[in-house]
């Protein structure tokens, strides 16, 4: 997951797009870099549309304390994934990349947002509205609720692009919890047995293709945010 470009390569790109996943439990059929691997990907399907962007390696460690009852799982503090982003933001300041777009693969960096909020030339995607595009191309039939963890979006996305990080059995996986209100202090281990919260079995390769292609076509109106030079 790096990506091939040379200085001669992005000499000029206006926005750089960041991956930011996670190392933490997937469930049975699903590798602990799923996060990172999303975002990677995400991101991957950006910069092959839009020209104007720069691709970033990924970030592969984050805030998954809610995981930590699970053998594998790394996390960071929420301090120090702002510290790391705003210095990476900071960096590409210093190159002449204004404008910088964190591709979020883990829904539990809830603190992103607060760097965005406070930062400039930021943007956080995917966000709710996104999300809910890509999901209604793609057909996906699980809510966003729901398909919390390992479940039928995260795991069609890896048929579709790497189907050999995807384990025999996500088939008869799915597990509902639809009462997690007390996640944040418990962690996710009180609602799931195996990890997942989701239905994985409803998922297709296809459906990771459709939600991929709704996703970059999202994204145009973020870059329509830095103006028409991006």
């Known amino acids: 997951m790096f990506p091939s470009d040379t200085t001669a390569d992005v000499r000029g790109k206006s926005v750089a797009v960041?991956?930011?996943g996670s190392t933490e439990q997937h469930g049975p059929h699903l590798p602990l870099?799923?996060?990172?691997?999303?975002?990677?990907t995400v991101?991957?399907?950006?910069?092959?549309?839009?020209?104007?962007?720069?691709?970033?390696?990924p970030i592969q460690f984050s805030c998954s304390q809610e995981h930590a009852d699970w053998p594998g799982t790394v996390s960071i503090s929420a301090r120090t994934l702002i510290s790391v982003v705003t210095d990476i933001a900071d960096s590409l300041r210093r190159n002449g990349v204004?404008?910088?777009?964190?591709?979020?693969?883990?829904?539990?960096n809830y603190v992103l947002s607060n760097v965005v909020q406070e930062g400039e030339g930021l943007a956080l995607f995917p966000g709710r509205d996104d999300w809910a595009f890509a999901r209604e191309?793609?057909?996906?039939?699980?809510?966003a609720y729901s398909d919390m963890h390992a479940g039928e979006l995260e795991t069609s996305i890896l048929l579709h692009a790497h189907p050999d990080l995807?384990?025999?059995g996500y088939e008869s996986s799915?597990?509902?919890?639809?009462?997690?209100?007390?996640?944040?202090?418990?962690?996710l281990a009180p609602y799931t047995s195996s990890g997942v919260i989701g239905r994985p079995s409803l998922a297709s390769a296809?459906?990771?293709?459709?939600?991929?292609?709704?996703?970059?076509?999202s994204f145009r109106h973020h870059l329509d945010l830095f103006g028409p030079a991006a």
Do not use: C, F
């Open 137 to 143: 191309k793609a057909g996906i039939e699980t809510s």
């Open 18 to 20: 960041l991956p930011v």
């Open 43 to 57: 991101a991957s399907e950006i910069a092959a549309r839009y020209p104007q962007v720069r691709l970033l390696p």
């Open 206 to 217: 296809r459906k990771g293709e459709l939600l991929l292609a709704g996703l970059a076509e």
């Open 174 to 187: 799915d597990h509902l919890a639809e009462d997690r209100r007390h996640m944040l202090t418990l962690g």
């Open 33 to 40: 870099a799923t996060d990172a691997v999303i975002a990677w």
């Open 98 to 108: 204004t404008n910088v777009v964190l591709v979020n693969g883990h829904g539990g």
């Open 166 to 168: 995807v384990r025999p």
